[in-house]
Structures are given as C-alpha cells and as structure tokens.
C-alpha cells in the first residue's frame, strides 16, 4: 500500500470466521478509495491500542472480548457509546483516539426498515454485552422493552440500569409481546441445532429477530417462520453497523448494498 492510503483493523479475539474484512474490503474497493483493512487476533489489548498511535490506523474495529476493556484505553468516548458502555469502533484523530457505539444504530436501522418500534412491546433475549446495545437502542426509539434472561439477577440488573423490566427464562408467563429479539450467540455456528428458546412460545409474537446471521437462518427464526411469525436475522444489523464505522471514520457514505451482497455471497 501507498503512504497515502488509510488503514483500518479489525480487533479481537478470535477473527478468524469475522467477515468484516470482506465487508469493508468491499466498501471501500467500491467507494474508489486507496484503503486497506486487515483482522488481528489481538494478545495484548494495550499495547494493540499504542499501536493505532504508532502505526498511523485511522480507525479501528473492536470485537469480543474487547468491546468493554477498550474503553479505558481511549482519549475520548461519544456518549452513546458511554451509555450502552461498549465500543466497537475507534477512530484515530491524529493521536487522538476517540470510541464510538455502531451496534445500537446498526440494529435499530435494520428494523426500522421493516417495523415501527414507537410503543412496541419487546422481549429482549440476553443481557450480555449484545442486549445492552439492543436495549439502549430499543428504549431510544420508544419501544417497550422487557429483558429474558437466563441469569434472573443479571437480566434484572440490565433492567435496573435501562428503566425496563425483566424476568427469568424460566418463568415463561412474561415471553410475549410484539418483537422477540434474541441477543445470545444460541444457534450459532456450530451448534445450529441449539435455540434460546422453545417453539411453543414463539406464536405470542409478530416479528422474531437473531442477531445471528450465521447460519443466515437459525433454529429459532426456522421455528419462528413454522409459528407463522415474520423473521429477520442478523445480516442486516452487521452491515448497518459496519456502514456507519466506514461513515465514521472517513465522513463518506458506504454502499450499502455492495456490503450485503459480498456478506450474503459468503453465507450462502
Ligand atoms: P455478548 O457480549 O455476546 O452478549 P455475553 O456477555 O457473554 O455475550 O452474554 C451472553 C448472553 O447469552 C447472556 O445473557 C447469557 O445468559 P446468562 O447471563 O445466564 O449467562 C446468554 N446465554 C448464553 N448461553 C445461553 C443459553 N444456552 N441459554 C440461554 N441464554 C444463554
């Protein structure tokens, strides 16, 4: 690559399976711009971070297990990210590093292009890292959230800090609403025979969400479709959030349907 061309990673831990370099690869093969955009399985958080700095990256990625860790290691986090307390990217300021949340509008973008969420009733599955970005999302936009979880007392503390409600997994009387939204990694490959939560349930709502997307049709959006429910996977959500990082960090707009063709293509 020329001195002048922008360079971008991806860290995490692992990256192998990530297709996010695909992704972006695509976008700014398709935007004409002279960028490079390469995944590391990062060891040493820290010294990864120093390395933005020294190795000029304009910006930067965060995946698992790295999204919360990140967050001391920044000169300054935008206030959504704050709020939700993760970060998935990094945009370097001459130096000056900067964390920003693209998880919460990725997901909320994606839905809105197929359901209202202004006074919807919505379960949220999960009350890990993935939930609090939905659940941020979710309240912004005027939903109604109730938190699932398996762990009663940490789905309870997720509710506590968002101002929503919450049960336990096991008490399946509070399961029902509008949209069902699963924010596990249940189902996810290899175990694609594993599903949150049991078919019975599944009729007492309209939409079914996965933030999976691989497989593309997991075994919960299989038993959604069989109780005559809508389905949306997690496709749409990974590229929202991967156009607004390309948005961030170079103010420029991505094209979107390019990034879901090259991600689709893979998957299928
Ligand atoms: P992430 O950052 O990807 O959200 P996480 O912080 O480890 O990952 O959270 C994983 C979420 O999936 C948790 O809510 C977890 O439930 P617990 O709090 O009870 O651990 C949930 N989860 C994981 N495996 C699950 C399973 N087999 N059934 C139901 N929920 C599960």
Redo the contacts with the bound molecule.
Sequence with gaps: MKDNALHFALFGNPVGHSLSPLMHGAAFAGMGLRAQYSAFCVQDLALAAQGIRGMGLRGVSVT??F?TAVMDLLDEIEETARMIG?VNTIRNDGGRLMGFNTDAAGLMKDLKEVTNLRGKRVVV????????SAVFGLIREGALVHIV????E??ERLAGEFGCTSSA?SDKSQIGGDILIN????GMTPVVD?S?LEPYFLKRFHWVVDIVYNPLKTKLLKDAEAAGCHIRNGIGMFVHQGAEQIRIWTGLTPPLELMQKVVMERLS
């Design positions: 698992i297990p999204k993760a599955l999960g009350a890990g890292g993935a939930a609090r979880n398996r762990t009663a940490k789905g997994l924010t596990t990694s249940v594993a949150p």
